[in-house]
């Protein structure tokens, strides 16, 4: 079965520091993605950033960046220059192959950016 | 703003209660999904649906009965619902065959049962 965990409940840094967020992953296929959704007090589900698994180059976008490790099944979120607006529950989701449609998700990470 | 819109935003209902969550989106997207997402757990996929047919049911209660009369628009009707079933049920599409570009999620309805 494929699984995917998050390991931090919680987690809190102050603005502008860089905050990384660890996922861990489990799946027999070769080829899946992975993603991270944002959802802030909203409730909307926000894709963050994608990672094809067999695209060796970590994915970025702007101030965030993914460390894709695929022997260890791993793949932390990296945010730079945090932001107030970052606060929000981060996920960790994986699509286990190339024709799943089934979003497999993490339990979440409630990041805190204090001012 | 994302183009999938769910109503209503909050719902409460008894357990004796019949309603219906709405799910619309006009993306062009033929998949469309129902997850429950409940405090401390992982989402939870409930429902798939492919161009209007079910194409996955998680083993889900029959007290929940989805439907989709179209690509843009699905239900999820309830009846004799458990306090158990209180969540925050999120609809999502996604392109068809591209969903591995990530899917499109609504705000979800705050569903509480008494």
């Known amino acids: 079965a494929q699984t995917v965990t998050q390991s931090q409940p919680e987690m809190s840094v102050q603005e502008a520091e860089t905050v990384t967020l660890s996922c861990t992953y489990d799946t027999s296929e070769n080829n899946y993605y992975l993603f991270w959704y944002k959802q802030p007090p909203s409730r909307q589900m926000i894709l963050v950033i994608r990672?094809?698994?067999?695209?060796?180059q970590n994915a970025t976008e702007n101030r965030f960046s993914v460390n894709f490790q695929k022997a260890a099944k791993s793949f932390s979120l990296k945010i730079s220059d945090s932001q107030l607006g970052d606060t929000a529950m981060y996920f960790c989701?994986?699509?286990?192959?190339?024709?799943?449609?089934?979003?497999?998700f993490g339990q979440g990470t409630r990041l805190t950016i204090n001012p | 703003e994302t183009g999938v819109t769910q109503t209503p935003r909050h719902l409460v209902m008894g357990m004796t209660n019949k309603k219906s969550l709405k799910c619309e989106q006009h993306l062009g997207h033929n998949a469309m999904y129902w997850y429950k997402q409940s405090a401390k757990k992982p989402l939870e996929l409930m429902f798939v649906?492919?161009?209007?047919?079910?194409?996955e049911n998680n083993s889900v209660p029959s007290r929940f009965s989805p439907e989709c009369p179209n690509s843009s628009h699905l239900f999820l009707h309830l009846h004799t619902l458990q306090p158990e079933d209180s969540a925050l049920y999120l609809c999502?599409?996604?392109?068809?065959?591209?969903?591995?570009?990530?899917?499109?999620f609504g705000s979800g309805t705050r569903l509480t049962v008494v």
């Open positions: 999502a599409s996604s392109p068809p065959r591209k969903q591995v570009y990530g899917y499109t």
């Open positions: 649906y492919n161009f209007k047919e079910q194409t």
């Open positions: 989701a994986l699509i286990p192959s190339e024709g799943a449609q089934k979003l497999v």
């Open positions: 990672q094809e698994a067999y695209k060796q």
